[in-house]
C-alpha cells in the first residue's frame, strides 16, 4: 500500500500550462486511510530549482537538494507512481505538517 510521507518517481505528464511536469519524485501528501481505499493519491511534486517561495520546503532526496512543491499540489491515479525512493524523515515531516496548516489552514 502507498502510504503518506512516502516519495515516489512519478509520471506527471500530460500536463497544461504552468503544471510542473515530467517524471519527478513526488511525496505523498494523502491520509493512509483514503490511500488504502482510494486509486487516486494527494501528491507534491519534488522540484531541484530552488525558489525562495513561502509555500516550498527545502529537503534533501538523495544527497541532493530540492524543494517540496506545496504550490502544485495534485490528485493523480495510482498508475502514475513507479519506483518507491524513500520515506521522508520525522522532522521533514514535522515540517510538512507546519507549512501545510500555514498555506491552506490559516
Known sequence: MV???EIYWVVLDPTLG???NKIRPCLVISPNESNQFLNTVLIAPITSKIRNFPMRL???LE???GQIC???IRCIDKIRLKTKI???AKTDIENV???LKEYLVN
Open 3 to 5: 502510504r503518506q510521507y
Open 18 to 20: 504552468s503544471e510542473i
Open 58 to 60: 527545502g529537503i534533501v
Open 63 to 65: 544527497n541532493k537538494k
Open 70 to 72: 506545496f504550490d502544485q
Open 86 to 88: 524513500d520515506t521522508l
Open 97 to 99: 505538517k507546519k507549512l
